[in-house]
């Protein structure tokens, strides 16, 4: 086989001058990697020549990639706010700064320092919460999926667990809530049609092996029409009639009231938490608009249960995730709601929305584009079915050419009525002037 002489060996090619400056054994590894299949290649005669200069090309590329951040910033011009592919909820670079000198340092984690012994983890932002909610104790863990699954472990194993079948719900395709009850190992009791629940139906389901009386926030749908289900309150008192434990899986919590009358769908945490529930978990960056977490909040004896699961160490959250936490804690507290862009951004009025997408335009051709109003809605599965006012830019051209033209350089915006528009809603005010390079680079 003359072809396989002619292989380059793996040191002679990556000492070329071609990756002058470039890692020495990381591309030793590529280069082998390409030689090995250029090899085989070679011997199933799928390549008649060597192209060294091709070769050589393809591990330089192959080592960019390699180096280039996978994760990338992305402008968003859906509107959606707590966009589940984008991130959900973004952190203030206000906020970042302020822990930056927590996590990049040794600090008091699991220390106290006062008495030089070992500290409390979760004891970092449960002053704040106790505060802000009222409520008697709090532990988060590393996500709202987690939760529920340690609460469900931790009270319902080999128990019931009653929960109304219009609840059953799937959130975003890998989470569904009666999987996650069976893998925690409790049992699920479904009570009620899709429809229509009563109290009677959570009564008539209590049993000696009854543990829980859970509600299920639907989070991304309503049911309208013939349609009822119980409140929380009612399940509470029913549950404490019985000894039971109360539990509601409220998936999104939010703090001050909402803008556009959106608080009249559902109740901020406050109120929700004002009968003293037994437990209560919420996502971390959902509404709350802080980082990933699951925060559950309720009563210290149950609480004081939880902790003891062996399964929290599996579950527990890092420093950069607790020293997040207490800085938008320390935001709520201090009501500057600026600090956290989900809310920034849904408390922007239309008014200063069309100003700066007239100011974008201004600097547009003319005829390429308006200023228009649209609604959007809240996304990552709350507010379901609630809609709000916003602004966009209406691009004009083809939309789905214009689209991806965008989506290349790192835009997403939306298309409506055959119309590629870019919400200003959620386009950061330090993206606009990179936004408009873009749009005049695509918009010639
Ligand atoms: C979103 C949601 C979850 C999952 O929360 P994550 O923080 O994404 O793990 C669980 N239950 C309900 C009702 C939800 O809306």
């Given at each position: ?89 973004l ?6 700064e ?9 600090s ?6 006062d ?68 893998q ?26 009854t ?11 309503t ?19 019985h ?27 406050a ?67 600026d ?106």
């Amino acid at each position: 086989m003359e072809l396989l002489k002619q292989i380059p060996q793996v040191d002679k090619l990556t000492s070329d001058d071609f990756f002058i400056g470039l890692n020495q054994s990381l591309l030793n590894k590529i280069a082998r990697d390409k030689i090995e299949i250029l090899r085989e290649d070679i011997l199933s005669g799928r390549v008649e020549k060597t192209d060294n200069y091709a070769l050589k090309e393809a591990i330089k590329t192959e080592y960019e990639e390699l180096l280039s951040s996978s994760l990338k910033p992305l402008i968003n011009a859906t509107g959606v706010i707590l966009h589940t592919n984008m991130g959900r909820s973004l952190i203030s670079k206000e906020i970042l700064e302020k822990v930056s000198n927590v996590i990049c340092n040794y600090s008091n984690l699991e220390y106290n320092q006062d008495k030089g012994s070992r500290g409390e983890r979760y004891e970092h932002v449960s002053k704040h919460f106790k505060t802000l909610l009222d409520v008697e104790d709090v532990l988060v863990v590393n996500n709202n999926a987690a939760a529920v699954f340690l609460i469900l472990n931790t009270f319902a194993k080999e128990k019931e667990v009653v929960v109304s079948r219009g609840e059953l719900v799937e959130i975003g395709g890998s989470f569904r809530i009666p999987d996650v009850m069976r893998q925690s190992g409790a049992v699920l009791y479904e009570v009620g049609a899709t429809n229509k629940t009563k109290l009677e139906d959570y009564s008539n389901a209590i049993s000696d092996n009854t543990s829980i009386l859970m509600k299920v926030h639907q989070s991304n749908f309503t049911i309208e029409g013939f349609s009822a289900d119980v409140d929380f309150e009612d399940i509470q008192r029913l549950a404490a009639k019985h000894g039971l434990l109360d539990y509601y899986d409220l998936g999104s919590g939010y703090v001050a009231p909402l803008p556009y009358n959106l608080s009249s769908s559902e109740h901020p945490l406050a109120k929700i938490l004002q009968k003293s529930p037994s437990l209560i978990s919420f996502s971390g960056d959902k509404l709350f608009g802080s980082v990933q977490a699951g925060i559950i909040v309720g009563k210290k004896e149950f609480i004081d249960v939880l902790k003891k699961n062996q399964l929290l160490r599996m579950l527990r959250v890092d420093k950069i995730t607790l020293s997040i936490l207490e800085e938008t804690l320390k935001a709520y507290l201090q009501e500057e709601y600026d600090l956290i862009p989900t809310l920034k951004m849904l408390f922007f009025d239309t008014k200063i929305l069309r100003q700066r997408a007239e100011k974008m335009q201004s600097s547009l051709k003319i005829e390429a584009s308006e200023v228009i109003d649209t609604i959007t809605v809240m996304g990552g599965g709350t507010l379901p079915n609630r809609e709000f006012p916003s602004i966009a830019l209406h691009i004009k051209g083809k939309a789905s050419s214009l689209e991806r033209a965008f989506r290349k350089k790192g835009v997403i915006g939306r298309i409506e009525e055959d119309k590629f528009l870019l919400d200003i809603r959620t386009v950061l005010e330090d993206k606009e002037v990179e936004l408009l390079e873009i749009i005049n680079e695509i918009v010639k």
